[in-house]
């Protein structure tokens, strides 16, 4: 008579402790968000902060990329009063527009590896065949939208923070030719203009022959004060790492101090 | 220039360890709600099963409570499809009617106690004039909602619950005369008819005096399997006196076992 | 072949976000203990400090109580250099001598319902025989002993605590007489003089009969700064009620403020 | 008048959400362990089990690392009864025997970057200038010791697992001479023998310059069951790598299916 899914299932939506994330939605619900909860009081918030980190993510910017369209335009339904943060959960959300029913008969008994669905099936007993549900992409809009409030608060701390591709493929960028300015006016996020013609050419073949490509993403923090992270296992870097090898398709990562 | 609240603000809002429900949203922002996560694959559920806890829960109801009048319609966001729970978190949402503007300057200065007005000012040097932000008992909106999905899951573990009102100040029920069915033919939510005609009239005598009564819930519960909680903080009876504290009003509680 | 007892069982032992209790061990092993994770570094602290609350618990102190009698010896194994913490884990122990074999035949095989040997039986696929196990008593050395660090912490934020007993079966204290001086004068911990002879003779008369009585704690605390505690779900009322009600017999509290 | 440091220090020694492993100790205090919550009742487990491991990670054992001789024997102090897990905490502990006063005044006010020394001292306003304290290796002993434990419960699962080192500084094992057996017949944890003469050489030059190595260990797992870890934050990769990069020297990771 029960029809619940037998073998443990727990709760592994929520990344920290004091400030807390809470990502919901799939690729072809209703809706994908966020719930930000321990965000410090008094902080100057509104859509556009988030909006315009949320505007970066967004696909379909590249002929490289996911050709998915959507506008992603961010709704903050909590926690905002008069422009500032109230110290209650901010609420976020984002809808779906992509979520028209097609044809899905083609993909309906087919696994994608690349969208955990075998996985998702033993674990579940289901699978969402309409589109890696949540192990899709869309999944990190929660995460980029919880992120653009985390670095207010940083910022506010002294702490910056810049992110690009540092190479797809065999394609390295130049680090003697950085320039943060470049990174968002070319569409590989290279801050590096000289490599990307050298980038470009490779997603051409690659795309061509119906293939897709690894990279390397770096992020550069400046400012961090001595003491952040707690020993033994909530070090800065190990908090770090999880959050980032738990991202669909990141399979390594390093840490580097200067 | 930093503008940030000092002192230290974690995340409270989240409750569960397996199945967790994080809730959010303030009496007077767009929406209330709340994310939860944990719960099993393949549970049939649909936006009924959660909307009839919530009618239940909806003020305005009776002459004895408070007038504001909502119809809390619940919208399903994510983790369920086809009218099955999928294992990912099910965000459900209640968008607040009642969050009109009108005229605050009464009570833009008067801490309510009733509201923890002095507290959250104290704690985030901010108060949400416009009527108790998050210490409205709007916030158990989520708390019914998540609730509504945790009794269909104890349901099939063969675990059935029944909440009545006990007594209201002086006037008590008898529970020789005890009928589940009779709790939601009253205003009191009493179930005892024969008691109904007295707790009525004491409570117009107090709304007559502009005053207010406390009472005593009482939640049965049968069929909980044996060793459900774990010992020695997370026991079942100490983490439902964390839940059951943490709602606003609530001052005590007795745990019995027959 | 396998042999792990089936059934979710969680780790519960732990209380606390950041200032967190573990504690460990059963009536009849070699030890029992608790580390204490999240105390601030800089805080003057010795064994005596822990030994002088854990006086106060151990039993065999009169003739009302259990007679076993233990000297509970405390013994700090980190988190202290040179008589300050040092912000790393506080690690305390008290072995227990009473641990001697001696003969188990009589209660082998009876459930003492006090000691939830049944639950235990049911949840584990196993008994401890020989006394209690994990449910006894004992295993509040470990919280109190981390409630003598929390107490030096709460000192120095200007928060002081007074705890008593307010009553054993129908004799109640009266408050008029309230003497914090009385209440380790007295082997009931009553901190009014003139009703301890009326409480002795009531557990003379129970001891006689073979029977024990309830009772009533009732713990005054004063300084509390405003603020403390997360909204919603981790409000101080809430996470006391939870720690209060996870403490062996405790069945029922009541949050009074003045 | 108060003493305690400011600034926000949290719990950070606890690992996991149904198995927790909480580790305690430094290098120069009274004792190191850990205690495991949440172990299945009913596994055969003794110190022995535990002792085997630890024995391997003991240093002194080659001349490539620490010279520090300790015996490291491993006491179980709650949650076995019978040669069986009970379902409590089971606290592990080994004392340190190389805590004798020595003469500190030479490395006393000298920051050895290796062991976090300047962090610590800005973290906690304090520093155990006796050697690493909470930072040293000897924390490890804890891990290794829960790690034993959590080993036999996956055998249990059919899961089993090898770890070794793949090479260090410039000098690579072959891999098509891998030998399981081989691993611990030499100083360097090679799972390949024809390479442990040039490893061999290659530290011994090292050591003559006063110098340490970088180097590789691999961990390969096999048998593990489908569905393992919570998305999203805690997947398998996810929680293994805060796991792996919160051990001290640890500097990046890499996840690999096959």
């Known amino acids: 008579m029960s029809k619940i899914r037998k073998g443990i299932i727990m709760a592994g939506s929520t990344f920290g402790k004091m400030f807390t994330i809470t990502t919901w939605g799939e690729s072809h619900g209703k809706a994908v968000g966020v719930v930000v909860d321990g965000c410090p009081a008094g902080l100057e918030l509104n859509e556009r902060d988030i909006q315009l980190d949320l505007n970066k993510r967004r696909p379909g910017q590249s002929p490289y990329c996911t050709p998915r369209d959507e506008s992603d335009k961010v709704q903050v339904l909590s926690g905002i009063f008069e422009n500032k943060t109230t110290g209650t959960p901010i609420s976020l959300m984002v809808t779906n527009k992509d979520q028209r029913s097609r044809d899905y008969s083609e993909i309906m008994n087919v696994y994608r590896p690349g969208h955990a669905d075998y996985a998702y099936d033993e674990k579940y007993g289901f699978r969402d065949y309409r589109g890696g549900g949540r192990s899709s992409g869309r999944e990190t809009i929660g995460r980029v939208a919880a992120g653009a409030i985390a670095k207010k608060i940083l ?15 065999p394609v390295k960028v130049n680090m003697d030719n950085f320039d943060a300015d470049e990174i968002y006016n070319n569409p590989l996020r290279f801050p590096d203009a000289s490599a990307v013609e050298a980038g470009e050419e490779y997603m051409r073949k690659l795309i061509k022959e119906g293939n897709s490509s690894g990279g390397i993403i770096e992020c550069q923090v400046e400012g961090m004060p001595t003491g952040i992270g707690e020993p033994v296992f909530d070090k800065l870097d190990a908090k770090l790492a999880q959050a980032v090898m738990s991202i669909g398709a990141i399979k390594g990562l390093r840490s580097v101090q200067d």
Do not use: D, F, K, N
């Not at 002294?158 to 690009?164: A, E, K, Q, W």
């Open 155 to 169: 910022q506010e701390l002294g702490v910056s923070i810049v992110t690009y591709a540092a190479g797809i493929g």
